[in-house]
């Protein structure tokens, strides 16, 4: 079972229709008990950052730990940024900390949001796009992104004047910014590949 | 590279498509979640579900439609047409939509924005303009509203300026002198209005000819093009858009 974080912010209900679409066995829920009990874990989020963090409330730590000890986790759009250190959207708040690196504004010069397809390229060993091929577009929506430091991850970027950071993972912690729910047959493509991730960790 | 987005409009009533639609093997050409899922699959980017009934009673029938086609449509959605508040605004993102689109009651109430910004974020805002050229200064666009029947005195690139500050993520740019003549977009529109926001700006009304969307893109400095009529009658596949826009060396998703 997928566990869609269930905890106040836009997106959660998409993210869970494509789970449903795929024919993936899903609950939403941020029940301590249901956390420990899914095979994987999706914090969803469209929201600020600060605002994300605030409505997790104690559900961070309980995520944190769960990672920590081994559950896979997929952060989409917010979420993945939450998986980072900190942020700097609306005032300088702290995230999830799993991943090195901090959240900051896409540069001035270029049209904010950055919205619509743009072209993700995969270094080969990327799990979550296996079977994709080397490249595929994917529906971005966001003013801030993630920028890792941390030599234990694997980024994919996408070019937008610069090169943006669009997908990490470390072990068992993936993140993308961009949303698989709203990206076509790609994007499906993506939850499928995470449902066989989560399958084969639980 | 962003690539343009290419965004078929459904104007919706009493939840069925009004305006003709032309697609082969389509059970039933009326039905909103049916159709945007033949254009998804087609390779629209985006599709954008306007309520022109837009009456209270109607406001419940759109809620249940976005819920239909967020559960079956995997492409972004935007649904718009007489939204006057902040809850239904909140109201339509959770049912699925990604994005609202506000016009009248945004220039009446331009707080309306910032509202509805500041739960889901700017991205999610998208305002939309009707605009025509001024007849007494005819360098400038004026807005109107309720379906365009009303000028106002406000400046269609000055209320896009503002609008940005206040929290939109998005312009829906439609000119209506050229809305419905096929004879192209208005490129200097629509460049005078991507010139002053920092937003995407989507180009809207006039779509007629290929050659319309690749100015309208270029010189009209547009992220994406908006048309109905086209794609309803089967004048031009989605395909044949793309194909033709990648002949003219603009980025799009193939």
């Known amino acids: 079972m997928i566990l869609v974080i269930d905890y106040n912010v836009g997106n959660v209900k998409s993210v869970c229709n494509a789970l449903a679409h795929i024919g993936c066995e899903t609950e939403l829920s941020s029940e301590p008990e249901r956390i420990k009990e899914a095979d994987g874990i999706i914090l969803p989020g469209v929201a600020a950052f600060g605002y994300a963090m605030s409505q997790l409330g104690p559900i961070a730590r309980l995520i944190k730990e769960a990672v920590v000890a081994g559950k896979v986790l997929l952060g989409i759009c917010v979420g993945h940024q939450l998986l980072f250190e900190q942020s700097c959207e609306h005032g300088q708040h702290e995230g999830l900390g799993l991943i090195g690196g901090n959240v900051r504004p896409i540069p001035s010069g270029l049209r904010v949001p950055h919205m619509g397809w743009n072209l993700v390229k995969f270094p080969a060993e990327m799990k979550l796009f296996e079977g994709l091929g080397d490249k595929e577009f994917f529906y971005f929506a966001h003013s801030y992104y993630a920028k890792p430091d941390d030599s234990r991850v694997q980024v994919a970027y996408t070019d937008y004047g610069f090169r943006l950071p669009a997908t990490v993972q470390k072990g068992n912690i993936y993140g993308v910014q961009f949303h698989p729910e709203k990206s076509g047959e790609a994007g499906l493509n993506v939850l499928r590949n995470f449902e066989r991730i989560c399958r084969k960790a639980g | ?254």
């Open chain 2, 1 to 254: 590279m962003l690539t343009k987005r290419v965004i078929p409009c459904l104007d919706v009533k009493d939840n069925r498509v009004v305006k003709g639609v032309s697609f082969v093997n389509l059970r039933d050409a009326g039905d909103p979640v049916e159709l945007g899922a033949q254009y998804s699959r087609a390779g629209a980017d985006e599709l954008v579900f306007l309520d022109i009934t837009a009456t209270i009673r109607s406001r419940k029938t759109i809620v249940e439609l976005v819920e239909r086609v967020a559960e079956n449509v995997f492409i972004p959605f935007t649904v718009g047409g007489g939204i006057r508040t902040a809850g239904e605004v909140d109201l339509l993102l959770r049912s699925g939509a990604e994005k609202v689109s506000v016009n009248t009651a945004a220039v009446q109430n331009p707080r309306l924005i910032t509202k509805a910004a500041e739960r889901f974020g700017n991205q999610c805002v998208v305002l939309a303009i009707d605009a025509r050229r001024c007849e007494k200064d005819e360098s400038r666009w004026q807005v109107c509203i309720k379906s365009g029947s009303e000028p106002t005195d406000l400046d269609a690139v000055e209320w896009a300026a503002r609008a940005e500050k206040l929290g939109a993520g998005e312009i829906l740019l439609t000119s209506m002198d050229a809305d419905g003549t096929k004879a192209g977009y208005d490129v200097e529109l629509t460049a005078a209005v991507a010139d002053a926001v920092n937003i995407p700006v989507i180009a809207s009304g006039g779509a007629g000819s290929l050659d319309s969307m690749v100015h309208v893109l270029k010189e009209g400095k547009a992220d994406a093009v908006l048309a109905a009529s086209i794609f309803h009658y089967g004048e031009y596949t989605i395909k044949d858009v793309k194909d033709y826009l990648a002949e003219n060396h603009i980025p799009v998703r193939r």
